[in-house]
């Protein structure tokens, strides 16, 4: 059993195998977790680099628990106060990379397609931690994780992505993701933060929260980043919450439970009220912990095959 | 490949009664016994030998399965990774005689991988080995405390232990590789 591709570049195009080869394998990864020591041998030896071009604290150490869970060797690598703000350019951190036998690489860049490009140009294993406005795949993975264990099967379930579709590389995975498992995926949020043509990825697109709720199996909430509210995109956050905040008195109205997932960091009270993302159906705590066992999966299963 | 039968169903079914007799025997303390087998047939075993000694004392024995993909000492280099899948230890194994169970000892490296495994999850106090079939060609110096079955073989013989849970029947057979 091994992936089809040596790299985890984006969800668009893995096949239905290698995503349940995965998840199947980060379930048991979450068995790990739950031991007194957490920690077991299969990437000894290997050298892993987290290249951050952009901030993410949570997505870092994520991954870097998930690296040396499975023993592996971690070196960090933050954009600012490096050689990136001395002007050297993608290519060559690639070339000193190489230099420096490194066996997987983990990048998460502010430009779409950076990974592609790395794993292009080097011999290690290139995993995307995010790039631009394209895809976080594992982001994706462990949303889909996440519902697979709450639901069973993704088969036939109705997840909606809700808020900030245009700037949500987690939007695309998720999308990607999901179809190909066979979920039936919508997008809701203002026609001021959908991108043109989504359909086109296969589905389907609401502008009111209320006609998207009597459908829905999960809602995926987005955040709204903060800075965004002076880009003249929406009003206010105010009218955000009011028109699409995910609030009790919304999901109340559904027929059945809605799960409620969320990428983090919340803003509560903008995209979510509080009482919904602390509710019973909030599974947002567990994407956390399956965060660390999808990434688990992906290093090991990209990691100790070569 | 030619495939010469050892023992039958009913020999299975002998020889787990006898091993299920000799692991009482040889721990007084039912009571701090605990069967761990190793995936995929250790782990069958385990639960019969379980339930054999159920039988015999009137005790529930805790059984639990141990997966040592992560520990292998072959994993890099393998196009066919193993699927990895749970290890399921549901309970506190320090302080325990934990009986290891697997089916076939051949180098000795599934052992050694099994022992790492089960000291990052616990500290038994003792760790014994059964086996069912001892077929020797040891790469560690690892030894078996109970065994089923002695059965001496040449490095191009493989034995095959079927169990009705994975396998639809039960036997132990000696199969011959190639051209003998």
Known sequence: MALESRHLLGLEGVSKEDLTLILDTARSFREVLERPIKKVPPLQGKTIVNLFFENSTRTRISF???????????????????????????????????AMKIDMVVIRHQSAGAPHFLSRVVRANVINAGDGLHEHPTQGLLDMMTLREKHGSLEGMHVCVVGDILHSRVARSNIHGL???????????????????????????????????????ALNVLRIQLERQHSGLFPSLREYHRFFGVTKERVDRAPRPITIMHPGPINRDVEISADVADGEHSVILEQVTNGVAVRMAVLYLLGSSN | M?????????????????????VVEKNRDVRSLAIVGIRTRGEHLAHRIAQKIREIEEIDIPVGILDITLYRDDLRGRLDQ????????LFDISGKTVVLVDDVLFTGRTIRSALNALMDIGRPARIELLVLVDRGHRELPIKA?????????SSRQEVRVLMRESDGEDGIYLVEQGNA
């Open chain 1, 64 to 98: 870097e628990l998930a690296e040396r869970r499975l023993s592996a060797d971690v070196v960090n690598f933050a954009a600012s106060g490096s050689s990136v703000s001395k002007g050297e350019t993608l290519k060559d951190t690639a070339r000193n990379i190489e």
């Open chain 1, 179 to 217: 179809r190909t498992m066979g979920a039936d995926v919508s997008v809701c949020g203002p026609s001021t933060l959908m991108p043109p043509s989504i359909e086109e990825l296969g589905v389907r697109v609401y502008h009111r929260l209320e006609d998207v709720i009597p459908s829905v199996d």
């Open chain 2, 2 to 22: 030619t495939q010469t039968k050892l023992v039958d169903a009913d020999g299975l079914k002998r020889t787990i009664n006898r091993l299920a007799h000799e």
């Open chain 2, 82 to 89: 193993p699927q990895l899948k749970s290890t399921e230890i």
């Open chain 2, 145 to 153: 405390d109970i065994v089923g079955k002695n059965v001496p073989t």
